[in-house]
């Protein structure tokens, strides 16, 4: 169906020309899935989109064919490749809130594409749209056609994307991360969606993402891309089981297993430059040596202990200004968290994590319950006080896009608690400790003056650890602070973390929706559940023997497929 040939695409930019896609060659058979991995910046929503000609303004194809059922798509005019783009290649775009239009209905949107391409009225195109809202198992039709995108779930958006590229029963469909964002339960429910489709209509997908267990769960082929190459291509077996390339191996290896314990992940840098900073013999975590650091906490004692919290936020109003309904986001949450602990919390999104880390340093206030930190009850000192003690504990943000001031140079986030706080006695030595701490998570003393724009995603997120960590807390809430990070860099601040922990004696709370994440980290696990705990446990214990139905659902919806836990590193 779809023969790529050569392809080469560059950029122009002030500081001269960048090749992104370098010599790919790929093919899709009918029926089929091609999955295509690799980290961010290594062609693979480049090239995609040059599939759909929706690249850049600043973007080339220098050489190269893309050849669609014989027809070579770049020799197309905007007139031609328009009537192909939606309906017989159709593209799941990775953010549907970004890829939804907010002003419109979700109804409206779907419809548009059906009167465009297959010239429907708008009720024929309003009620085949329900149908594709049935069809992609969406709740209650009617009233997500007539919702606007802010009003329904990231689930249920990702839905209503696939309804509209499905509209028109293309003949490719290319899925570009399409369930990066979303729980393990609803990327479940996802893929098993797009495989039923597939198998009714017999269309050949595109399946973009650097999360190798989906990958292996969904396509039939692989193609393994690297700064702009094809590495390694094959049947997903042969390339996952045996594979050839270094990069290769370092994607799999540092994918946390669920069934194999170790301190600390490898990376892709050991693969590539064939140095292995943790040899396999001291890496290994054994049973032993988990039950010893267990006692050894217990023996710490405890530093934060939540009595029965309540963050309750009104929904609806009753007579003369009475509440008389709420969303009960953390429902009578009790826990302790000893010294020097990972403490795991997992759940749906909705279950009240993120709220439950807020309300613990009060930037969400609780409303009942107790939040006892080394003696002192949080939810009742002063707001003073309280100021003081957000030295002791620490947040490190889900999105390091947003909680870095674009305007602020990088030394100035990281200076700027110093001086809020009144540590050490000027500027001078707050900068020399911004230096060390910058040498710390990996990144050069001349990073200091840099904006946080001309940074990748992953030194962002190195950056925002600097910034929490400069003030050298006992007790930091990780908030998702892995999630959006490619596996190579994702392994990289989980073994800071770990360095960090042990050097610093840090405690952690640390929230995620990665099972395997969570697993690798934590020395307990913590389940939440509209907004309760169901289940804490030891993590071995928890993975082996979950105690709840609950638990047991997230756990099988983890997308394991091919096993790579024996593979000879």
Request: hydrophobic letters at 40%; glycine letters at 8%.
């Amino acid at each position: 169906m779809l023969n790529i040939k050569d392809l080469h695409i560059r950029f122009k930019t002030d500081d001269g020309i960048i090749p992104a896609v370098k010599g790919v060659n790929l093919f899709l058979e009918k029926g089929k899935t091609l999955g295509i991995v690799g980290e961010s910046g290594s062609g693979k929503s480049v090239t995609s989109l040059a599939i759909m000609q929706l690249l850049a303004p600043n973007a080339e194809i220098s050489e190269g064919e893309i050849s669609f059922n014989g027809q070579n798509l770049l020799e197309l005019p905007e007139s031609g490749i328009r009537k192909i783009r939606g309906k017989t290649i159709a593209m799941i775009f990775q953010e549907p809130m970004t890829s939804l239009n907010p002003v419109f209905t979700c109804g409206f949107q779907v419809a548009e594409i059906l009167k465009l391409h297959e010239g429907m009225s708008s009720p024929e195109a309003k009620a085949k749209t329900l149908s594709l809202f049935e069809q992609v198992e969406l709740p209650d039709p009617e009233r997500i056609f007539d919702a606007y995108p802010h009003e329904i779930s990231g689930g249920q958006k990702q839905r209503v994307m696939i309804a509209m590229a499905i509209s028109c029963n293309p003949e490719i469909l290319i899925a570009d991360e399409p369930t990066t964002a979303l729980d393990v339960t609803v990327q479940k429910e996802i893929l098993h969606l797009l495989q039923k489709i597939q198998q009714k209509t017999r269309m050949g997908m595109i399946f973009i993402s650097h999360d190798l267990g989906v990958i292996a769960e969904i396509a039939d082929e692989v193609c393994v891309m690297y700064r702009g190459e094809v590495v390694e291509n094959g049947a997903v077996k042969q390339v996952f089981l045996s594979p050839r390339h270094p990069y290769t191996q370092g994607l799999i290896a540092c994918r946390p297993q669920m069934h194999r314990r170790v301190k600390y992940l490898p990376t892709v840098e050991e693969f590539l430059s064939e140095t292995r900073l943790h040899p396999e013999t001291e890496n290994q975590t054994t049973d032993e040596a988990f039950l010893a650091r267990q006692k050894s906490l217990m023996k710490a004692g405890v530093l934060l202990s939540v009595k029965s919290l309540k963050t309750w936020f009104p929904l609806r109003s009753g007579w003369f200004g009475t509440q008389k309904e709420y969303v009960k986001a953390v429902d009578s949450v009790s826990f302790d968290i000893y010294k020097g602990e990972t403490l795991g919390l997992v759940g749906e999104s909705g279950c009240g994590k993120t709220t439950l880390g807020r309300s613990i340093l009060r930037l969400t206030e609780p409303t009942g319950g107790e939040i006892i930190y080394n003696g002192t009850d949080l939810r009742t000192i002063p707001a003073r006080a309280l100021r003081q003690m957000r030295k002791e504990i620490q947040l490190i943000f889900q999105d390091p896009y947003s909680s870095l001031n674009p305007k602020m140079k990088i030394g100035q986030a990281i200076m700027e608690p110093l001086k809020v706080h009144n540590l050490h006695n000027h500027d001078k030595e707050r900068k020399d400790k911004t230096y060390e701490w910058l040498e710390k998570v990996g990144l050069k003393p001349e990073h200091f003056h840099r904006y946080p724009h001309e940074f990748s995603g992953g030194q962002r997120q190195r950056i925002c650890i600097a910034r929490a960590l400069a003030l050298t807390p006992s007790f930091v809430i990780c908030d998702e602070s892995v999630s959006a990070l490619d596996v190579s860099v994702q392994a990289q601040i989980l073994n800071l973390l770990r360095q960090l922990q042990e050097e610093m004696g840090l405690t952690l709370l640390f929230i995620s929706h990665d099972l395997s994440v969570i697993k690798h980290i934590s020395d307990r696990v913590m389940v939440m559940q509209k907004g309760k705990i169901v289940e804490t446990e030891y993590s071995e214990h928890l993975y082996k023997n979950p105690g709840t139905d609950y638990t047991r659902q997230l756990l099988a919806a983890v997308p394991e497929g091919i096993k790579t836990d024996d593979l000879h590193r």
